[in-house]
């Protein structure tokens, strides 16, 4: 069965926008939440990553908001580049063992 | 540094062939990692070794993978015989050591299984 839960399936956004990935989770062992950027033709790359004891990270234009009560955390893009365009999954782990990923998101950024 | 090279990238086969595919992961990286990524969904853990011992392999269909890891290093993933459903793309990833927060990955293996 599907571990993490990911929406949307894709979603469009304009240059200079935001952009909003969302992920659900049901195992509350999960302790280390990673997203990865996928180029088509490409192997995902890891682009950001949290743990549970914080709600917010972020580095430069991308950051992740974490929601340990609701079992949730999201990736926003912030001011959305046309070479952000690729694929996002993003995962969790009991300390980094057996990484469960999402169906992925599709981001296109229009310019 | 060189990144996590796979081959080939393409592959067509019939249903019933069998086929190989080959990892060299990142130099000095001790746990490797097959993932199995079936078009429109997420990188799906097949298995994973600890230099050249299998950490993890639950979610591999041993009926018809198998997977080895010569001297600590390279690795093979083979399936014999192909079913159509296993049409997808395969990675290879490699963390640094045991678990791998950080998974870097190659560029895959596309399979085609007709």
């Known amino acids: 069965q599907q571990q993490v839960k990911q929406s949307p399936q894709s979603l469009i956004v304009q240059k200079g926008g935001i952009s909003i990935i969302n992920c659900a989770y049901e195992?509350?062992?999960?302790?280390?939440f990673p997203w990865y950027q996928q180029f088509p033709g490409k192997g995902p790359a890891l682009l950001i990553a949290i743990r549970p004891d914080v709600s917010e990270k972020k580095e430069g234009r991308f950051t992740i908001s974490f929601n340990k009560s609701a079992k949730q955390f999201s990736l926003h893009i912030m001011d959305s580049q046309p070479g952000d365009s690729a694929t996002y999954f993003c995962?969790?782990?009991?300390?980094?063992?057996?990484?469960?990923f999402g169906a992925g998101t599709t981001v296109t950024v229009r310019a | 540094e060189a990144g996590v090279a796979q081959s080939p990238r393409y592959k067509i086969i019939e249903k019933r062939q069998s086929v190989a595919f080959w990892c060299n992961p990142i130099s000095g990286h001790a746990t490797l990692y097959w993932y199995q990524q079936i078009l429109g969904q997420g990188p799906k853990l097949l298995i994973q070794f600890q230099n050249n011992g299998v950490v993890d392999d639950s979610q591999l269909p041993k009926d018809r993978f198998s997977a080895e890891r010569l001297k600590g290093v390279d690795s093979t993933l083979k399936i014999q015989p192909a079913k159509l459903e296993d049409s997808a793309v395969y990675l290879c990833?490699?963390?640094?050591?045991?678990?791998?927060?950080?998974?870097?990955f190659g560029p895959g293996t596309r399979l085609t299984v007709t």
């Open positions: 990833a490699s963390s640094l050591d045991f678990p791998g927060y950080e998974q870097y």
């Open positions: 195992n509350t062992a999960f302790d280390y």
């Open positions: 995962a969790a782990s009991i300390g980094g063992y057996k990484l469960s």
